[in-house]
């Protein structure tokens, strides 16, 4: 140990590192004169640094000191252990308050009035002491505890901020709700792991976890313990607190908390990451590759960005921090020596020791290195709780060659840029010595290879597989799962390289990127309108032919799927085609062409603003409709059904007039309010029940959940499918009618309503199976819903003038066909529902497109007013029939084989009722959509009809007077569609059939 301490308080240093600064805070307040207060306060933490010096000293000299509380051993009691790593962690924190503090009286006497300098110094020394019993303390709650307490001084620290700018207020308040969500997330995260392990020591957990890495709690609890760690150390996009916190708190509190506060934080990550956890499990690696890793790119990006065009000087390196806790979080991302290396806050390396890695959370457990509270080494009691040397403590580093190259990684040379191990990626990542883990063990050891694996904590084979971070290689952004035969055959075909470029897992991914890499370019070519729509018209012709390429796939018996991400084990993103997915990517990828040239004409006809963002909106709300389309299970569809609500949302609210905002807000809350409260929670519901999200034939409820318990679960899924409009969850779809028309023919009939049909399709079908239903009647309930849906929403749009408030309505009354036809759960009922997504596609959106030509050409919305129109506008009102002709169910046209599949599901239910509601509905269909077409060819035009916006409409010859060009060919492109296709249903029939067989 040191000379010059007293033997007697030497082994209580690691208490009194805790204990001093935190009995000196209350008698801050008790000194009222400000000097007095600052030179203890100044006294306390050079007490401090030169506590954290000794205990630097004696961990290099000696190794890990372990210090138990109250003698108690644990894991029941709580025991703070310091290495060479965390006691320097001690030395930056205590180091930097005191090197503050004697600059600090002048600071805190000229920005806090007198009256509050005791408070502040108080809530100093708290920090202080809170920032270092996190830093030493072995117990996962204590380092909530002290957690809180640094959080709650640091929150005072903010707001004492308010005598030179009440804007402290604010940030220390917003700083206090981010703060208290992330403290309680950690919370929550480490409760889950005493709930599955029992305990609440580092170390013990350490050692426990790895036998329980395929439990789902413990899963939750590492997305819970990142997440609220995220937000203490200010993550990028959980940063939000940090730079008003730091910008108009005092001098002396930003300089102390930027360079203290978040680092520790870091240091606790390091800790949970890489002791607890470890990197080897494969809901670790995908959440380093795919969450940690883009996050702090984008931070590195954005907060330097952002920087630049601050004028506040505090904001402007609070921004910097944000950069640089970005190249932090980068390099732990990165997995590797190099980038941990780059990423730790207080890298040492040891010279008493140069065969020892010291790196990130290094509390070894050898037992020639234990200590107990007097200093003296002792081995550890055997624990009755060991089962199969799960508490095995004697784990040695290993001192082969190997491990002395490690060490060079881990510890460079002091001269080198900090920076260098992040731009080295390519050499580094995830290169360690073949054959070993990356093992940071709390309270055994730094980083280093050769761990032995325990009985019982043996890493599955399939994750070892999956995400082996000692195999030199990252994992692929895409794993494929296709047939090796198939593979094969495409090889032949066209050659290695071309036929994996081409495969139909390839193109299956190109669903997703082409869509959104298409925004992308529209979003740079913006200032030229032109070249901007001619990209749209390019993506949307490319997506269409990687659709039909893979129809064509599909049609030979093929299921192409692809893998993006694995949040956690048994539940990843992945794609997957099969059938009604098929067919919905082609009615959504087919009629965006079309939608798109009817945009060009309408948004420019009606000289709309912001077409940019029309644009680039459109297009993620495209990727969206695709990934529903394709999703391989309900988890995936979920991600993308809320994907598509919130990139439709500013197209709602495109107009941003006072009642296009407000039909947004509606919108959003709606749908966002219902797959949140209602279907989400039936999907976890589902999970908990099945073990599985998997789409697959015939359902995967049977025999997993009480047939009483189907209909609260169907009720939970149908309702939670907001966009099926299923009364009473039906309002958002009028309200949005303040969109744009191209707008609402893509809310009507290429993605968003559709995408809700589609939905209750696939829950029925691959969820709960249409078996199941028919055998356990749990889907009777839902025929009532529906025709009541049907049937009510009829006669509303009969009371309706405006033309989009009665197509709206219309529109909820025909996707509750749909509903009801899965509700009958039979086959013919499941074959004529998915036909009507295409009918109903073709129909309405010809009525919507030429609703908005009459808008355009005539700036009329009331149908009273439309009397005549016809007559001048001939071949819109003429595909406006045929769509008609088309959603009423009248051959030629594709609707009447949708409606003739659904009559003869409910003659094979023998459900006369549901036949009786058809037929009652189509008579209504007839009653409010002929009449527009009557009154436009048959009746007198009552005034003159002015000219269209921007002259893009001059009268012809016979008086016609047309909206521009490409607003009248769309809609008679999807007429003719409604017509063709009456000729091959029988394709579509073809396609469907495998669903229900």
Not at 9 to 27: D, N, S
Not at 54 to 81: C, H, N, S
Not at 716 to 737: C, E, Q, V
Request: aromatic letters at 10%; hydrophobic letters at 50%; charged letters at 15%.
């Amino acid at each position: 140990m040191t000379a010059g301490l007293m033997p007697s308080v030497m082994p209580h240093l690691p208490i009194l590192q805790v204990v001093v600064p935190m009995l000196a805070a209350p008698l801050c307040f008790l000194l009222r004169r400000g000097t007095v207060i600052w030179a203890f306060t100044t006294l306390v933490t050079w007490a401090a640094f030169a506590t954290s010096l000794a205990l630097l000293q004696a961990t290099l000299a000696d190794g890990t000191i372990r210090y138990e509380i109250g003698g108690w051993a644990p894991p029941w009691g709580i025991e703070y252990v310091i290495d060479a790593t965390n006691a320097a962690v001690l030395v930056i924190v205590s180091g930097i308050a005191a090197v503050v503090m004697p600059f600090a009286r002048r600071s805190v006497e000229a920005e806090i009035p007198a009256n509050q300098h005791s408070l502040f110094y108080t809530a100093f020394l708290l920090c202080l002491a809170g920032l270092l019993g996190v830093t030493i303390t072995g117990d996962a709650f204590n380092v909530f505890v002290f957690l809180e307490i640094s959080s709650l001084s640091t929150y005072a620290l903010v707001a004492a901020g308010a005598g030179m700018d009440r804007r402290a207020l604010s940030a220390a308040y917003n700083y206090l709700i981010l703060g208290t969500i992330g403290a309680t997330f950690f919370v929550i995260g480490v409760g889950m792991l005493y709930m599955v392990t029992g305990t609440l020591n580092i170390i013990d957990l350490s050692e426990r976890v790895p036998a329980l890495q395929d439990n789902r709690t413990v899963h939750v609890a590492f997305a819970f313990l990142v997440v609220g760690l995220g937000l203490k150390l200010a993550v990028f996009p959980l940063h939000t607190w940090l730079p008003n916190a730091y910008a108009y708190a005092p001098s002396v509190a930003t300089v102390f908390l930027a360079a203290t506060s978040t680092k520790v934080s870091v240091y606790v990550l390091l800790r949970f990451l890489f002791m607890v956890f470890a990197p080897s499990y494969g809901f670790m690696a995908m959440t380093l590759d795919y969450v940690l890793l883009p996050l702090a790119l984008v931070a590195m990006v954005a907060a330097s960005v952002a920087a630049i065009h601050q004028y506040n000087i505090k904001r402007l390196l609070a921004y910097s921090s944000v950069a640089q806790l970005g190249y932090m979080v980068l390099g732990i991302a990165y997995g590797s020596v190099a980038g941990l290396t780059a990423a730790d806050p207080a890298p040492v390396q040891s010279r008493a020791d140069q065969g020892r890695a010291v790196h990130g959370a290094r509390l070894r457990h050898a037992a020639g290195r234990r200590r107990d509270h007097q200093g003296r080494p002792r081995p550890r009691p055997a624990d009755a709780l060991d089962h199969g040397g799960l508490r095995d403590r004697r784990a040695q580093p290993d001192r082969r060659a190997a491990y002395g190259r490690l060490h060079q990684q881990m510890a460079p040379d002091h001269r080198r840029p900090r920076r260098w191990p992040l731009a080295d990626r390519g050499r580094h990542r995830r290169q360690l010595p073949a054959g070993g883990d990356l093992c940071l063990e709390g309270g055994r050891g730094g980083l280093f290879t050769g761990c032995p694996r325990r009985p019982g904590g043996a890493r599955g084979a399939a994750v070892d597989a999956g995400a082996d971070l000692g195999a030199g290689a990252g994992q692929p952004l895409v794993r494929h799962r296709r047939r090796v035969h198939r593979r094969r055959r495409a090889n032949r075909r066209h050659g290695p390289a071309e036929g994996h470029a081409m495969s139909p897992s390839f193109l299956l991914a190109a669903t997703l990127l082409l869509p959104l890499l298409g925004g992308i370019f529209v979003a740079l070519t913006g200032s030229r309108p032109n070249l901007r729509e001619a990209v749209t018209l390019v993506t949307a012709g490319l997506l269409a032919i990687v659709v039909y390429t893979l129809l064509q796939d599909v049609l030979a018996g093929g299921r192409p799927a692809v893998t993006l991400i694995e949040v956690v084990p048994g539940l990843p993103l992945v794609l997957e085609v099969e059938p009604l997915g098929m067919l919905f990517a082609c009615v959504a990828g087919g009629l965006w062409i079309v939608n798109s040239l009817y945009s060009i004409g309408y948004m420019r006809g009606n000289d709309e603003k912001h077409q940019t963002r029309f644009y680039v909106c459109f297009t993620i709300a495209i990727a969206s409709a695709m990934g529903i389309a394709f999703a391989g299970n309900m988890f995936t569809l979920f991600i993308f059904y809320e994907a598509l609500t919130l990139s439709t949302y500013p197209l709602v609210a495109h107009k941003e007039t006072p009642e296009a905002k407000q039909g947004a807000r509606v919108y959003l809350g709606l749908l966002i309010g219902t797959s949140i409260g209602f279907q989400l929670v039936a999907i976890i519901w589902t999970w908990m029940v099945a073990g599985t999200l998997d789409f697959t034939a015939g359902g995967i409820l049977r025999d997993k959940i009480d047939p009483v318990l189907l209909p609260f679960l169907l009720a939970l899924y149908m309702f939670g499918i907001g966009k099926a409009a299923l009364m009473p969850f039906h309002r958002w779809l009028p309200s949005a009618m303040v969109a744009p028309t191209p707008v609402s023919a893509l809310l009507h009939a290429v993605a968003v309503v559709k995408a809700g049909v589609f939905t209750v399709l696939k829950v029925v079908v691959y969820i709960f199976g249409i078996d199941l239903l028919a055998e356990t009647g749990a889907a009777n309930w839902l025929m009532f819903a529906a025709s009541f849906t049907l049937l009510t929403a009829s006669v509303i749009a009969l009371t309706k003038d405006n033309l989009k408030a009665r197509l709206a309505y219309s529109t909820i009354s025909q996707l509750s066909y749909i509903v009801l036809a899965a509700a009958m759960a039979n086959a013919l009922g499941i074959l004529g529902g998915s036909l009507h997504i295409v009918a109903h596609a073709l129909g309405k959106i010809t009525l919507f497109m030429c609703a908005g030509a009459i808008y355009v050409a005539t700036h009329k919305t009331l149908i009273s007013e439309m009397d005549g129109l016809g007559r001048r506008m001939p071949f819109t009102y003429a595909a406006f029939l045929v769509g008609a002709l088309s959603i009423i169910g009248l051959p030629p046209f594709i609707g009447m084989w949708s409606k003739w599949y659904l009559g003869m599901g409910a003659v094979e239910g023998h459900l006369t009722a549901v036949e009786i509601v058809y037929i009652a509905s189509s008579l209504l269909n007839v009653a409010y959509l002929l009449p527009i077409v009557a009154r436009g060819f048959f009746l007198p035009t009552p005034d003159p009809v002015p000219q269209s916006v921007g002259a893009a409409a001059a009268p012809r010859a016979g008086g016609i007077q047309e909206a521009p060009f490409l607003c009248v060919l769309a809609p008679c492109l999807t007429a003719a569609g409604c017509f063709v296709l009456f000729f091959y249903a029988d394709a579509v029939i073809d396609l469907l059939r495998p669903i229900v067989q």
